[in-house]
């Protein structure tokens, strides 16, 4: 395990990389779970792959995450051990994680932050060091303020159309979907007569509605679920377990071959969610098993799913059902075709690249909500393939913010 030192590094006088360099990338995920995540974790999962992708391309990457992570990249562990997830007392954790990551910008040609804290330093660096940020949680009052006081100090890259425009005032260096390891979500043509929840225990995420859907379409449900934390625990206990009977499987956030082998069995992901979704990386993860998708079409979801080829959006429990019938109808090929065009890691690392590129060509962040810096024209046919952002951007008010 390699630890960051406490003394900051001098101030390194370094050329500015051309298009074709190799460049030195200081890549900050945030302090609670291993990167990759051994179960739970969606923006863990995504730095991960980047993190690989960037490696493959050529890049000088150092990865500053909790220890247990594995990389093929140079691994910095600030803490000796994760701090608890969700508890109050690893807010300082969180700080010193960070903060000993960016003692250490001046050593890199750019920082990529994933953390909750991050834009704060890096908007103290006055651009001695660009800072790019990936915004992984939806918007709320109080991210909102936040945003709007660090935006034109670093590169906020959004990860959907939708969340980029539900808040058009800031600037953005522009738009990248995640993307995922497609060799670790084999595709699987056979479906079986099961449907399949995957999600952390919450309001947001409506557990309950996939067991009343999968139950009026006579159909077992497996639930993929993460409920360790409080608030988690009270959801399930006081709104879900008493729904449940047996036809209800529960696997506690498994392992990832788990967790692909049944996405990949399953009939049709139920993501029944209630509120603007900036992403929604299990999605992909389905499609690229070859799964269809039925969802309901808030945030980014119309982004992700094709209506009628990798599933349907459908705005009440009533529909989904009808859909779920529908589904045996959709191709696995077409959702596995998807994936691969539209959210690979490939993809993902492509778009990085080119916005680390602009952010060190000294283009400064721009307004536009819609589109992104460079993107390719894989990423462009695949946003033109969405027929724009017509009924993708619904915001609910929703006070929470996830930053992991």
């Known amino acids: 395990m390699t630890m960051v030192r ?13 298009r074709s360099s190799r460049l030195r990338i200081g890549v900050v995920a945030p302090a609670w779970l291993p990167v990759p995540p051994i179960g739970y974790g ?16 050529g890049h000088d990457v150092t990865l500053f995450a909790p220890a247990g992570s594995v990389t093929s990249a140079r691994l910095v562990t600030p803490l000796a051990a994760p701090p608890p997830l969700g508890a109050l007392a690893s807010v300082s ?9 960016f003692l250490h910008a001046d050593e890199f040609d750019l920082v990529h932050d994933h953390t909750g804290m991050g834009p704060a330093l890096g908007a103290m660096l006055t651009g001695r060091t660009p800072v790019v940020h990936t915004l992984h949680g939806p918007w709320t009052a109080l991210s909102r303020r936040f945003f709007g006081l660090v935006h034109d100090r670093v590169h906020l890259v959004a990860i959907s159309h939708a969340q980029q425009a539900a808040n058009p005032r800031l ?5 990248v979907h995640n993307g995922i390891d497609l060799t670790v979500h084999p595709f699987n043509p056979v479906k079986e007569d099961f449907l399949v929840f995957v999600g952390r225990i919450s309001p947001e995420k409506r557990p309950e509605v996939a067991v009343e859907v999968a139950r009026a379409a006579k159909l077992p449900l497996v639930m993929v679920v993460k409920r360790r934390e409080p608030a988690e625990r009270a959801y399930w206990d006081e709104i879900v377990a008493p729904l449940l009977g047996d036809d209800v499987v529960v696997l506690d956030e498994p392992a990832q071959a788990v ?12 993501f029944p969610i209630d509120w603007p979704e900036p992403f929604g990386l299990v999605m992909v993860e389905a499609m690229a098993c070859g799964t269809p998708v ?21 705005s009440t429990p009533a529909q989904m059902v009808d859909a779920v019938s529908a589904a045996t109808e959709l ?15 490939q993809t993902m690392a492509a778009g990085y690249e080119r916005m680390y590129r602009a952010a060190l060509m000294g283009h400064e962040p721009r307004t536009s909500p819609i589109g992104a ?3 390719d024209e894989r990423v462009d046919r695949c946003v033109r393939a969405v027929g724009g952002l017509d009924g993708s951007v619904d915001v609910l008010g929703s006070d929470y913010f996830e930053v992991a």
Do not use: W
């Open 331 to 345: 191709r696995p090929e077409d959702c596995r075709a998807r994936a691969e065009q539209c959210f690979s890691a």
């Open 93 to 101: 954790d969180d700080l010193f994680h960070t903060t000993a990551a």
């Open 171 to 175: 600037r953005y260096a522009g738009m």
């Open 6 to 18: 406490n003394d900051p590094a001098p101030m390194l006088s370094r050329p500015r990389p051309t």
């Open 294 to 314: 039925i969802a309901c079409p808030l945030g980014a979801v119309p982004e992700v799913v094709t209506d009628g080829v990798t599933g349907f959006l459908c």
């Open 373 to 375: 810096l460079g993107e």
């Open 42 to 57: 969606g923006t863990e999962r995504v730095v991960a792959v980047l993190v690989e992708g960037l490696v493959e391309r």
């Open 259 to 270: 967790k692909a082998d049944v996405l990949g069995r399953a009939r049709v992901l139920l």
